[in-house]
């Protein structure tokens, strides 16, 4: 009889069982971050302006301070720690392999044809944690719809996290902007100090309005992209997850495993012509 690691790893699917292995830098996203920033700073630098002139720590303190204080308003701390976690992982490239997921489900079919108690072994040979606990609760469950409520109300609840995590940042990335005008009015209101020169003026009204460009950065060129970034992880993920919640139903119900992988197919994109399929 075949081991649980031959069954997932099958030469039909060499990839379906893996050892973890340390997340990859998402090299998009990088270029994208470097890109963005970089052209900021060139077409500051293009005007003639000193970038030096830019660096005013009275309107990063009341920028950066101000948007954490609304960050730390309007945010429990659960769930700020949960966001910041979530921003971490922006910076990992997905493995995201529906194909090898699909091999992987159509394996677990074929062993689950010798019956219920077959899918026990290949339990702690899963990767995906949602995969594996639909397993476990397959093998303990007699009720299919109960099954499918759990799972369904898991993979809810998951996609809701996101869209909390994701609002986080969008709320801050609301915020910012105005708090960098606060930071300006403050730079006005030190500027009509000094009313008498008008030198200083001209230099005070440049220096008041840093704070604005703090606000506008800090806002679309970080906080607001991050949580579409989320968003799209989040959606992402979920398709992930509706690939394995069809296939975990279709084994309780002993569907044929070619019939299964036909169903799940159904699920993938297809890539534009000239582009490859994602490789884990």
């Known amino acids: 009889m075949a081991t649980p690691q031959a069954v997932l790893a099958s030469p039909a699917n060499p990839k379906a069982l893996r050892a973890p292995t340390r997340p990859r830098l998402d090299g998009l996203f990088l270029a994208g971050v470097t890109i963005a920033?970089?052209?900021?700073?060139?077409?500051?630098?293009?005007?003639?302006?000193?970038?030096?002139?830019?660096?005013?720590?009275?309107?990063?303190?009341?920028?950066?301070?101000?948007?954490?204080?609304?960050?730390?308003?309007?945010?429990?701390?659960?769930?700020?720690?949960h966001c910041i976690h979530r921003f971490k992982d922006l910076f990992a490239a997905s493995d995201r392999d529906p194909q090898a997921l699909i091999e992987q489900i159509v394996e677990c079919a074929r062993a689950?044809?010798?019956?219920?108690?077959?899918?026990?072994?290949?339990?702690?040979?899963?990767?995906?944690?949602?995969?594996?606990?639909?397993?476990?609760?397959?093998?303990?469950?007699?009720?299919r719809q109960e099954l499918k409520s759990i799972l369904e109300t898991e993979l809810h609840m998951a996609e809701r996290q996101?869209?909390?995590?994701?609002?986080?940042?969008?709320?801050?990335?609301?915020?910012?902007?105005?708090?960098?005008?606060?930071?300006?009015v403050v730079g006005l209101i030190d500027v009509l100090r000094h009313f008498s020169n008008p030198q200083a003026i001209g230099y005070g009204i440049g220096t008041a309005f840093v704070s604005t460009i703090y606000g506008l950065t800090l806002a679309n060129l970080v906080l607001l992209p991050?949580?579409?970034?989320?968003?799209?992880?989040?959606?992402?993920?979920?398709?992930?997850?509706?690939?394995?919640?069809?296939?975990?139903?279709?084994i309780v119900d002993t569907v044929h495993p070619e019939i299964i992988r036909m169903r799940l197919n159904a699920f993938v994109r297809r890539p534009g012509p000239g582009v490859k399929p994602n490789a884990a």
């Open 37 to 81: 920033f970089a052209a900021t700073l060139i077409g500051i630098a293009s005007t003639g302006v000193s970038l030096a002139y830019f660096f005013q720590p009275t309107g990063a303190i009341i920028v950066l301070g101000g948007t954490l204080g609304v960050i730390l308003i309007t945010t429990p701390a659960q769930s700020l720690v």
């Open 112 to 143: 689950r044809r010798r019956g219920i108690v077959a899918l026990e072994p290949l339990i702690d040979h899963v990767r995906d944690e949602f995969f594996q606990k639909g397993l476990q609760l397959a093998t303990d469950l007699t009720d």
């Open 162 to 184: 996101g869209e909390a995590d994701a609002k986080t940042l969008e709320v801050a990335g609301g915020f910012a902007p105005t708090i960098g005008i606060i930071g300006t």
């Open 226 to 250: 991050a949580a579409h970034r989320i968003r799209a992880h989040v959606a992402a993920k979920f398709e992930t997850q509706e690939i394995i919640l069809e296939g975990l139903l279709a």
